[in-house]
């Protein structure tokens, strides 16, 4: 059974497009989060959510909108794609102080 | 804010070969977690370290973490080609949100 699960695997996109990133967990945690993984594959932070209610917003342009309507579920949809915007997207879930668990990651293509 | 660093960003080695990754953080470490990717999957938990001088290990990787609680090694002994893939070091925050803040990552190539 798959932890956390997140859809879809590859997005490829035009710019300008909007897009929206599926992720749920079934570990019953009470926080999600959203990471970007760049080209040069550092990961870093934007959203967290605990309880649907948003904890972390890790200056991402307004363009970025997460969306949590119950503790499993928290999606990612993206305005006005830009170049810029290509990257790996990975969900997340936690608890605690006990090790976050990740999902596959989206690939991110906007031409 | 703190920060991770991670040496060496690349490293190549023979089958067989012992190699280690360092990290090291702008500031004391709230919990210090290891993590493996491999190419188009996600981040695979290895270990968490909590405590100054501790030293966990799981099959041939050992990671630890020193007294002052600001740098971690990650050591690999006898590697495999199922080794190979990027290692991340992940630090807790101190205000307990859950959050993590990662090293730039270390790749990892093992030839056979």
């Known amino acids: 059974d798959t932890a956390v699960s997140q859809t879809p695997k590859y997005l490829v996109t035009q710019m300008g497009n909007d897009k929206s990133i599926k992720c749920e967990q079934n570990?019953?945690?009470?926080?999600m989060y959203w990471y970007k993984q760049d080209s040069k594959k550092f990961l870093k932070i934007m959203f967290s959510?605990?309880?649907?209610?948003?904890?972390i917003n890790e200056t991402v342009p307004n363009r970025f909108s997460p969306k949590s309507p119950d503790k499993a579920h928290l999606n990612l949809h993206i305005n006005s794609l830009e170049l810029g915007d290509s990257a790996v997207y990975f969900c997340?879930?936690?608890?605690?102080?006990?090790?976050?668990?990740f999902g596959n990651g989206t690939r991110l293509t906007v031409t | 804010s703190q920060e991770l660093e991670q040496s060496p960003q690349s490293l190549i080695v023979q089958e067989g070969k012992n190699l280690t990754i360092n990290c090291t953080s702008s500031?004391?470490?709230?919990?210090l977690y290891w993590y493996k990717q491999k190419y188009g999957e996600g981040l695979i938990f290895l270990m968490m370290?909590?405590?100054?001088?501790e030293e966990k290990s799981h099959e041939k990787i050992t990671a630890k973490l020193d007294e002052k609680k600001q740098q971690s090694s990650l050591h690999i002994t006898a590697s495999q080609p199922s080794h190979a893939g990027i290692y991340l070091c992940?630090?807790?925050?101190?205000?307990?949100?859950?959050?993590?803040?990662f090293g730039q990552g270390t790749t990892l190539q093992v030839k056979p």
């Open positions: 997340a879930s936690g608890t605690g102080d006990s090790p976050l668990h």
């Open positions: 570990l019953g945690h009470d926080t």
């Open positions: 959510y605990n309880n649907k209610e948003l904890i």
């Open positions: 500031k004391t470490l709230y919990g």
């Open positions: 370290l909590q405590k100054g001088g």
């Open positions: 992940g630090a807790g925050s101190s205000s307990n949100t859950g959050k993590l803040i």
